[in-house]
């Protein structure tokens, strides 16, 4: 019996395997053939959460009546932890049980605004480089995606003159606009100047603007939120994480912080997708909210420090070129004009020198000349990666 074959959806031909899913299996046949890969790739912690995260997730795990389903919109004990989080470190008010709500994480974020807000067809706003997944998603539910520049030269902000052109054309229906300060992959700071022109300009055009600000603690003094500019709540909408911040990616929480209406819309397509997270996560993601300052500064900056040293390093070793200044838990260079492809560089790296470091063109096309090493690797093995990569130069 000839059987139809079945074709998959249309907007699959849309998007690639995300890059990481791809070349992991390809890391894994390697090590499964011995090779014994050091992975400076991906930007998941390494580090455990406080203890006293984990202890109350024991407790409330053992509780009979803890496993039920729980709110999609999150405890009150977790929301309200949230909202301190925010005045703690930002100084920014938020109406807990209004304006905060908690996500599975920035990607699920990512789906549910742009469900909220995009119709198919509108346009979106996407750095470049950026996070692969605001394009990605963007182009999966049937939005017009338009890049705007992040240059080197610039620091890696916007470059609001192109910006001003974009959204001037009359062919384009511009609804969001993607921005990541403290940036990835670039490392590129958060600067109050940019919130400020980022709000304005999400007023002068009545598009949302969100900021995805999970990094604003590594490396880095200084924390910032575009919540904290005037009239930023109207119109922005702010996401941010445990994962890097509290040492808790695989526990998935993160936040979606803005305006109450804004809230109430993305709840309304988050409630039909999700059934609420694990109330054991939720209240000792609530407990680490309470970490101390120096716990922070232990395992966000001090910890990070020691390892950008040898990452340095690698990056001086290799001929590349990079700012001293930026921030986050990865380190950002510039190839040499010597190389002719930046996958030449990495791929050689991988099977020479047994080291996995990203290419930045899956960033965009401004990422085509960089690469990116993670720090989220043991300080031994970052200095063994160090090791290898000066055996093959």
């Not at 922005?236 to 526990?251: A, D, L, Q, R, V």
């Amino acid at each position: 019996m000839e059987s139809r074959r079945i074709e998959p959806a249309e907007r699959l031909s849309l998007v690639s395997e995300y890059y990481f899913s791809r070349k992991l299996k390809e890391v894994a046949q390697l090590n499964a053939e011995g090779k014994d890969i050091v992975s400076l790739a991906i930007g998941s912690p390494d580090m455990p959460p406080s203890g006293q995260t984990i202890k109350k997730l024991c407790e409330v795990a053992r509780q009979p009546n803890a496993h039920g389903y729980q709110p999609t919109m999150g405890t009150p004990e977790l929301r309200e932890a949230m909202a301190g989080f925010y005045k703690r470190w930002y100084d920014v008010n938020l109406d807990a049980k209004t304006e905060v709500l908690p996500l599975i994480g920035s990607k699920e974020g990512i789906l549910h605004v742009t469900l909220a807000f995009v119709n198919p067809g509108d346009t979106v706003l996407v750095p470049n480089p950026g996070y692969p997944t605001y394009t990605s998603l963007s182009k999966i539910l049937g939005t017009n995606v338009v890049y705007y520049n992040l240059k080197e030269e610039n620091g890696w902000q916007p470059d609001f003159e192109q910006l001003e052109e974009i959204v001037n054309r009359k062919s384009i229906d511009c609804k969001l606009l993607w921005t990541n300060y403290p940036n990835m992959p670039t490392g590129g700071r958060a600067q109050r100047e940019t919130y400020e022109r980022l709000v304005q300009f999400a007023h002068e055009h009545g598009i949302v603007v969100v900021n995805d600000n999970p990094y604003s603690f590594i490396l880095s003094e200084e924390h910032l939120s575009i919540l904290q500019i005037p009239g930023a709540k109207d119109c922005c909408i702010e996401f941010n994480s445990m994962s890097k911040s509290h040492n808790m990616p695989g526990w998935r929480v993160g936040l979606c912080a803005t305006n109450a209406e804004f809230i109430s819309w993305i709840l309304k397509v988050q409630s039909n997708i999700e059934s609420g997270t694990f109330r054991g996560i939720q209240l000792a993601a609530a407990e680490a909210y309470n970490n101390s300052e120096a716990w922070h500064r232990e395992y966000n900056i001090e910890t990070y420090a020691r390892r950008r040293k040898y990452a340095e390093q690698i990056m001086d070793v290799l001929s590349c070129t990079y700012d001293n200044n930026q921030v986050g838990m990865f380190l950002w260079g510039k190839i040499p004009a010597s190389i002719q492809n930046v996958e030449d560089l990495t791929e050689r790296v991988l099977h020479e020198a047994r080291v996995f470091i990203t290419p930045g063109f899956i960033f965009g096309s401004n990422g085509e000349r960089y690469i990116r090493i993670s720090l989220c690797a043991k300080e031994e093995k970052i200095k063994e990666a160090l090791e290898r990569i000066k055996k093959i130069v």
